[in-house]
């Protein structure tokens, strides 16, 4: 599955927030904030995701029935 997205980044102003799922739609959003903030717009893509997986269970009964 590709969980590929993009955001677009201007210097000096707010963090990105928004998730563009198309390289078109980060693009066309950079275009537009540029014009309207007259700044360098910059669009982000995703190359690496990492998580906590604090657990993992692993089921241990075996195949047979228990004696109890």
């Not at 201007?10 to 537009?32: G, Q």
């Not at 540029?34 to 669009?43: E, G, I, M, N, T």
């Not at 995703?46 to 228990?66: A, G, H, Q, V, Y």
């Amino acid at each position: 599955m590709n969980n590929t997205f993009f955001m677009v980044f201007v210097e000096n102003e707010n963090t990105p927030t928004h998730k563009h799922f198309s390289l078109n739609d980060a693009e066309i959003e950079a275009k537009r904030l540029s014009k309207l903030l007259k700044k360098k717009a910059y669009v982000l893509a995703t190359i690496k995701s990492l998580e906590i997986n604090e657990f993992t269970i692993e089921d241990m009964r075996p195949d047979d029935e228990l004696p109890f």
